[in-house]
């Protein structure tokens, strides 16, 4: 069953611009996960959060975690024209370490130059 | 790369024929699974082998059938599909551990077209 759901479904933004993508999810996690999958592609793991985390940063990327209300957002700074692809939320419910990674349906992100 | 090789890239495939879709990783993982993706649908898990055992079919069809002879090899065997099987089939691995904090290595997939 899907477990997160990302929202935007789609987001046209201009390059330099910031990029927000929010993931929300239903039941308890070990952590969630964001991936970015170009057209076509496999997915390509960015950043993983833990539950006792409530913010990480990798490069350009931010990522929040608010367990209390079940949600979690991605940010992008500076956005530029190959961060174009869609980026998903996967979240990890298992109770042996990442057995079962659940993938919500993706936001669209076009890049505009 | 990415360190996990699915072949074919694409395939088409008869409602009649038997295929097999293979997925290789050297990276030490020890879980290996196979995801769906269809348009506009969320990623579906179909299996996952853990420690070279299956623990989980997601109420897969029985014309899908795993097998992991292996903890590097993951095959995907297909016969008598539908098209609606049409798909993006990815495999991906990852390590395991109470604990764990790892992501998971996808393959770049390999996209079916069931005719």
């Known amino acids: 069953s899907q477990q997160g759901e990302e929202d935007p479904q789609a987001l046209s933004i201009q390059e330099g611009e910031n990029a927000t993508m929010n993931c929300s999810y239903k039941?308890?996690?070990?952590?969630l996960q964001w991936y970015r999958q170009n057209s076509g592609r496999g997915l390509v793991h960015l950043i993983l959060i833990r539950s006792n985390e409530r913010e990480k940063h990798s490069g350009r990327l931010r990522v929040t975690l608010d367990t209390s209300k079940k949600s979690s957002s991605l940010l992008i700074t500076a956005s530029r024209a190959a961060d174009t692809a869609s980026y998903f939320c996967?979240?990890?419910?298992?109770?042996?370490?990442?057995?079962?990674?659940?993938f919500g349906t993706g936001t669209r992100l076009t890049i505009i130059p | 790369e990415t360190g996990v090789t699915q072949t074919p890239r694409h395939l088409v495939m008869g409602m009649t024929n038997k295929k097999s879709l293979k997925c290789e990783q050297h990276?030490?993982?020890?879980?290996m699974y196979w995801y769906k993706q269809s348009a506009k649908k969320p990623l579906e898990l179909m299996f996952v082998y853990s420690l070279e055992e299956r623990v989980e079919n997601n109420s897969v069809p029985s014309r899908f059938s795993p097998e992991c002879p292996n903890s590097s090899h993951l095959f995907l065997h297909l016969h008598t599909l539908q098209p609606e099987d049409s798909a993006l089939y990815l495999c991906?691995?990852?390590?395991?551990?109470?604990?764990?904090?790892?992501?998971?290595?996808f393959g770049s997939g390999t996209r079916l077209t069931v005719v």
């Open positions: 039941t308890s996690i070990n952590n």
């Open positions: 990276l030490g993982h020890n879980a």
């Open positions: 991906a691995s990852s390590p395991l551990g109470r604990g764990a904090n790892y992501g998971y290595t």
């Open positions: 996967a979240t990890d419910e298992s109770n042996f370490g990442n057995e079962k990674l659940t």
